[in-house]
């Protein structure tokens, strides 16, 4: 049966077919259910199959949107029920390539009941298998859940977009104009919504992210087996300010500790003052959570909240040890962030990281105040490993703001002054919580990559002894 191609390239868009040829390695595609779907709609407007990726396995289907538009029928969702549930059974990540114009509405409830049964399966495989949805056309009504429910989306500028409610909708319910790629494009979801994890100027682009994104998360089952640390000392203090109130690029620490070239950043767009990803230490793959004091001087807002809890998660899930590197100020102080429910919203990142029975190896750089301190996989939330730069400030706030607290009858600068000197020098360093024993050791700046790569291989066979026999906590969602 042949495709329709040369319509889709009239869209400035790749096919189905020829998008899984450039995701996958060449020639290693084996195609699934190729049948006629109802009423002889060719393979029901979706490709199904597997094949490898630098010789991993891997799942994949994509929607056809040349095909009734790629719509999603009974049949259609059944062949993607079917992916998913090998995927399951053999343990392996699985891709989906949407572009569908939604359920096939001449189907009627069929069409619903075919969302339901794949988000069930979703669900199922999450925390199991790794699932990766790349929006390569409109995804839109209920469609836009699965990939809500996978672990990470991807979209391509001006060609991608995502929404409950389409634009003309949008208008009657609201008389606000707005089309696609305003209401819900690339732009919007990777800066605003925080919805997609990545997006990507053409398509090529993104097939190969996602193909380094496979080969990282694949890494993760390789057993430790270097004895000694490539690269032991490399010089992170030129990076960091020793003036606490000066900013600098956490980018540049992480760009050090990490093997060259292997930060695969997440989310980078969305709440900049927090930094996730994937990288590679000494070839050991890990998940990096770090403050951006660039941004809002590293604080802890809603939006860094969910976007840091969600990723420790993920890492648990897949056994991912975490790397977190600290210099936080405290939770964003804002009448709006308190409207938005930065309560709950923190206390996200609070069960994330006690939760978490996976390796956690917690490096304190310079502030780590307050509330913020804890959340940051403090030793108090299960951290194996705390170490702390000697310029390492563990305090329940900054100086200033304590002296203004404990003293608001001095309105004598000068006593104000040598106040603030007086706490700085008792109170804002790390000697008490090495002294009891928060932090494990202070360690030299240029050492940090030696003593993280020793903890991870010290680590490398640790088991969860403590776990309380339940079927699963509550999150503060």
Request: glycine share 10%.
């Given at each position: 049966m042949e495709y329709n191609?040369?319509?889709?390239?009239?869209?400035?868009?790749?096919?189905?077919?020829?998008?899984?040829?450039?995701?996958?390695?060449?020639?290693?595609?084996?195609?699934?259910?190729?049948?006629?779907?109802?009423?002889?709609i060719p393979y029901d407007g979706v490709i199904t199959g597997y094949g490898y990726i630098e010789g991993i396995l891997v799942f994949v289907y994509a929607q056809d949107f040349t095909?009734?538009?790629?719509?999603?029928?009974?049949?259609?969702?059944?062949?993607?029920?079917?992916?998913?549930?090998?995927?399951?059974?053999?343990?392996?990540?699985?891709?989906?390539?949407?572009?569908?114009?939604?359920?096939?509405?001449?189907?009627g409830v069929n069409a619903l009941s075919g969302y339901g049964e794949i988000f069930y399966l979703n669900t199922r495989a999450s925390g199991?298998?790794?699932?990766?949805?790349?929006?390569?056309?409109?995804?839109?009504?209920?469609?836009?859940?699965?990939?809500?429910?996978?672990?990470?989306?991807?979209?391509?500028?001006?060609?991608?977009?995502?929404?409950?409610?389409?634009?003309?909708?949008?208008?009657?319910?609201?008389?606000?104009?707005?089309?696609?790629?305003?209401?819900?494009?690339?732009?919007?979801?990777?800066?605003?919504?925080?919805?997609?994890?990545?997006?990507?100027?053409?398509?090529n682009q993104c097939f190969l992210e996602t193909r380094k994104l496979i080969c990282l998360l694949e890494n993760r089952n390789r057993k430790i087996i270097n004895k000694y640390c490539k690269k032991f000392y490399q010089?992170?203090?030129?990076?960091?300010?020793?003036?606490?109130?000066?900013?600098?690029?956490?980018?540049?620490?992480?760009?050090?500790?990490?093997?060259?070239?292997?930060?695969?950043?997440?989310?980078?767009?969305?709440?900049?003052?927090?930094?996730?990803?994937?990288?590679?230490?000494?070839?050991?793959?890990?998940?990096?959570?770090a403050n951006q004091p660039l941004h809002c001087a590293g604080v802890l807002d809603c939006d860094a909240s969910d976007k840091i809890a969600r990723f420790i998660r993920f890492c648990d899930a897949f056994n991912i040890p975490i790397v977190t590197l600290v210099d936080v100020p405290g939770f964003m102080p804002s009448v709006d962030e308190e409207e938005k429910g930065i309560i709950r919203h923190g206390a996200k990142i609070l069960f994330a990281y006690a939760e978490a029975t996976v390796t956690k190896i917690t490096v304190v750089i310079r502030k780590a105040y307050g509330g913020a301190y804890i959340a940051m996989g403090s030793k108090e939330l299960g951290a194996d490993i705390v170490l702390a730069w000697p310029t390492a400030e563990i305090a329940v706030m900054g100086a200033e703001a304590a002296v203004d607290i404990l003293y608001h009858k001095e309105v004598d600068n000068k006593i104000r002054q040598k106040k603030v000197e007086e706490y700085t020098y008792e109170f804002i360093n790390n000697k008490m919580a090495l002294k009891e024993g928060y932090i494990d050791k202070e360690i030299e700046p240029n050492n940090m990559r030696k003593e993280i790569f020793d903890a991870l291989n010290m680590l490398k066979n640790k088991k969860d002894l403590k776990k309380i026999p339940k079927k699963h906590g509550n999150i503060p969602l």
């Open positions: 191609i040369e319509l889709q390239h009239q869209k400035g868009k790749l096919h189905a077919i020829e998008r899984i040829e450039k995701l996958l390695d060449k020639n290693s595609f084996y195609e699934i259910n190729h049948s006629m779907g109802q009423e002889n095909v009734k538009g790629g719509t999603v029928g009974k049949k259609h969702a059944r062949k993607i029920a079917r992916v998913l549930n090998l995927a399951i059974e053999n343990r392996a990540p699985v891709i989906g390539i949407n572009d569908s114009g939604g359920a096939r509405i001449q189907e199991y298998i790794p699932q990766i949805s790349i929006i390569a056309g409109p995804c839109a009504g209920g469609a836009v859940y699965s990939p809500g429910i996978t672990d990470f989306i991807f979209m391509i500028k001006e060609k991608s977009s995502m929404y409950v409610t389409g634009p003309r909708v949008v208008e009657q319910a609201t008389g606000k104009k707005c089309d696609a790629q305003s209401l819900g494009g690339a732009i919007v979801h990777s800066q605003s919504s925080g919805v997609v994890h990545a997006n990507f100027d053409d398509e010089d992170f203090q030129k990076h960091v300010p020793t003036n606490s109130r000066k900013t600098y690029d956490i980018h540049l620490v992480i760009e050090t500790l990490l093997d060259q070239s292997s930060f695969y950043e997440i989310q980078k767009e969305f709440a900049p003052n927090a930094v996730i990803g994937f990288g590679v230490l000494s070839g050991i793959t890990i998940g990096i959570v």
